[in-house]
């Protein structure tokens, strides 16, 4: 019931989502009076749904501790229990990002060896794609937090993006060892020094991230939030600029209609709805949230994000590869 | 002699600022048997300008506190010390950024109520452009310093943008009062009581940066330099994507060449050179720093944004608003 086109996009994207997911099945939580009308109109989503009502909802605006309080019966909560209690695979949401990973976090609980989840996504990059986290989870991170995290997004970019040894990279203001803060350079010194075959470039630059220079990316909350919505606020800029010159001349216009396909298949490579599927990556249960505004492609998409995440038994690598990893590493600030 | 293509460039881009900056005359530091030829080339340039020769340079991975103590007959350190002399109303540099600061904060010492500078410069955005600081200079700052910012970001807005009240806003990772860290917490407390007549708009986010959503956004040197580097990547990859697809096929080719002179229009609009020209805002003279990969036609913006200072009185400004300031307002953590 989550986001802002629920639940249509929700059904639509299920309906998507069958030819490249044809093993799925959904549990959808929510309004029964709402949902049933829309499942008669799209038969092959019918076929692979089963409703369970609630008339309880998250609201978009709701405080996470409130959410988790007073939401015990809400669609959200209730979809994330099937989870936890081995009803379901995993959770796809377009809710109240901060609910989900409230309530996720008290129902599943977090991995052993996992302080604290951290939200992770895809970016598009000029040699591909790269992992970015943590994107808004945790807006104060120390340096035992981002090596968390540096180990989940190795093992992430290893097992869902096929690479055999994907570089790591710790965002900061300059690519030297001595800059930035104590937590970046914490991390730093212990990923150097790490027990585990982890290929770690070092720092990376804001604009590393569009450059693709490392496959993935650590940092906090804070900053990674910044930069990702940074990166969508120029992406867009640029486009409406794009828009606006090939509109100024008849000329300029004539141009814009010859080179259309090609401009479409520019708008394709950087849609967001291609990258929409974020992960909460250090959760006991897979938990994925699709952007609150989404469309039904983008739904879809998040939808194989969160089959693809259950199939690789990422949990299972990450857990194998945490117990590995001496957390009481020389340098690392004990303080979660 | 900082930058990439130094001293080339900034003689260049003296020639090219000379019919906007026709009062202006340079006291340029540097090796004389570089300098003379090159003036001599530009005879236009010559007539404006007076070599004072150093053999002494500061490279570009000299580290700050290092350039400080034994740079002191750089030709970074003597343009400084002119402006602390008063023979220079202004220093322009496309030299090391952190050596730049630490000397001029060394020579020229920061305004009455200042802690420390800051590093801003201008945005491009959809409604025009923003004023955006600190943008690396101060890697953790708290309420006070971020309340400072606000104020000297404000005083500039009003004298160079000439908004007769510009808006400020804090770039945060949500734009309730509830979201971000305690400094960024502390700094929208102060700010919407502050005894000054000025416009607060709140926090920001990361899209509100190219959307122009307010005049001046303030934001701790971490944050803002990553915001600054994945908008510039950013903008680098969309434009290097935009020139694949017109590249794609015969047909889009034919309509990149049609609409040639509008997309020259749109790179015209987002070109770094533009946008060249970093204030250090806070310390006691005008120090203006060009990006070291700059062009000619860059490095004359920085001089024309130097220019700007010093015509604007900007530095009398600040000491005048920051004199009404009560620097005891309550909840400002006073730390540095």
Known sequence: MGGDNAPEVVIEGIVLARDKLPQVDYLLYGNEQILKPLLDKHGTARKVCEIRHTDDVVS??????????????????????????????????????????????????????IDRPAIASFFPTMRGESLMLDLGANVVCNSD????????????????????????????????????HDSVKQTFNILQNIDLPIR?????????????????????????????????????????????????????????????????????RLDPSRYNGAMFLGLNGICVKSHGGTDALGFSNALGVAAELVNDGLNDVIKEDLSHLDTEEPGANKTS
Request: without cysteine; charged residues 20%; hydrophobic residues 45%.
């Open 60 to 113: 978009n605006d709701e405080k996470p501790g409130i959410a988790l309080r007073s939401g015990r019966n809400s669609s959200m909560r209730l979809a994330i229990n099937a989870v936890g209690q081995g009803e379901a695979a995993g959770v796809v949401s377009a809710g109240n990002t901060g609910a989900l990973m409230a309530m996720a976090k008290f129902v599943l609980k977090t991995l052993p060896g």
């Open 200 to 268: 770690f470039h070092g720092f990376v630059e804001g604009d590393d991230i569009a450059k693709g220079t490392v496959d993935v990316i650590v940092t906090d909350g804070f900053t990674g939030n910044i930069a990702l919505k940074t990166a969508e606020g120029t992406a867009r800029m640029f486009g409406s600029f794009l828009k606006d010159a090939l509109h100024s001349t008849p000329i300029s216009m004539a141009g814009g209609l010859l080179a259309k396909p090609a401009l479409n298949k520019l708008r394709m």
């Open 145 to 180: 937090n981002l090596v968390q995290f540096a180990v989940m997004g190795e093992v992430f970019a290893r097992n869902v993006f096929h690479i055999k040894q994907p570089s790591i990279g710790i965002l900061n203001i300059g690519s030297e060892e001595l800059k930035g």
